[in-house]
């Protein structure tokens, strides 16, 4: 069961890797001689030492080693694990091809979306319990999402892969007791052979022409092993409910970034958005009262 400290960490950890995944939403278009697939590909091998290196730096190797142990004894155990670096590959092209390809907006809108479905797994398959304000979040996320489906009569595939395949992941990551960055490093190993390939089939290396810099993918890199390194870690410290819901910070400014990049929202999508960010708020408000009666309580037991 999670503890007050834990959630405040939790929260703050989940935010800074929604600002550094948002950093990096903005940073593909900048990437203009690569297609999505190779900046995919680029993000995954650059990602994987960084993460690799932080993992033996901070003593999370035993993770490791305890999921190659299961592989021989659990006989299904490779068909989760592959089935677990196919849903995480599809979503991390999906976020490095969309900016670049007018779907900005249509992803941040499955970002937007998936708390609900997230509150679903986490209410049905694992029991959690909402509080008051989560709840409201809730109701307005779904208030939004039912105008968003009025307005355009169906959702984009890009909303739809997001908002459904990102918390059937999570679920599986959970429901295998793989919810830590030794099983996102796992993932990641088994999704690197799909990576090259989108490198190689680009034919595109750093420093060739077309990429001023070799610095900017290299940054790509560090941008990314940053924003899943605190998504992975705030996972554990907070129940799939509220980890679901904390995921409107990153839509909120995924959707920011797509307006700065050229996309615009209809007059009868506004409602939609207006009701998310509404929900952002609620979620700010439970943090923020959250926060003052942990320091409270710990300033009457100094």
């Known amino acids: 069961m999670q503890t007050a400290p834990d959630t405040a960490l939790g929260v703050a950890l989940n935010v800074a890797g929604s600002i550094f995944f948002a950093l990096m ?26 993460l690799t290196l932080f993992i033996l730096w901070r003593g999370y190797g035993g993770q490791i080693t305890a999921l190659i142990r ?17 849903l995480l590959g599809v979503q991390l092209w999906l976020f490095m091809w969309a900016p670049g390809n007018g779907q900005g907006l249509a992803v941040s809108l499955g970002y937007f979306l998936m708390p609900i479905t997230m509150v679903l797994i986490g209410r049905l398959a694992f029991g959690d319990r909402l509080s008051r304000l989560q709840i409201l979040a ?26 459904l395949g990102y918390p059937l992941y999570f679920w599986l990551r959970r429901a295998t007791h793989t919810n830590h960055l030794g099983g996102l490093w796992f993932d990641m190993l088994l999704a690197l052979p799909v990576s090259v390939h989108f490198i190689l089939s680009g034919g595109e290396v750093v420093g060739a ?18 924003a899943l390194v605190c998504q992975a870690l ?7 409910s509220l980890f679901g819901l904390l995921v409107y910070v990153e839509p909120l400014l995924l959707f920011l970034v797509a307006l700065c990049l050229g996309e615009s929202v209809g007059p009868g999508e506004w409602p ?31």
């Open 234 to 240: 705030s996972a554990p410290l907070l129940n799939l």
């Open 70 to 86: 299961r592989l021989a004894r659990e006989r299904l155990f490779w068909a989760t694990r592959l089935l677990g670096a196919g």
């Open 272 to 302: 939609t958005y207006i009701a998310l960010w509404l929900a952002v708020a609620v979620l700010c408000l439970e943090g923020g009262l959250g926060w003052r009666n942990h320091r409270r309580a710990a300033l009457t037991t100094q």
């Open 209 to 226: 022409p077309g990429i001023e810099s070799s610095s900017w993918v290299l940054g790509l890199g560090l941008l990314s092993a940053l």
């Open 138 to 163: 809730s109701l307005l996320a779904l208030a939004g999402a039912t105008n968003q489906l009025l307005v355009s009569s169906s959702l984009a595939w890009p909303t739809l892969v997001v908002c």
């Open 25 to 50: 939403f903005a940073y593909a278009p900048l990437l203009h001689a690569l297609d999505g697939g190779e900046i995919y590909g680029w993000r995954m091998l650059l990602t994987f030492p960084c």
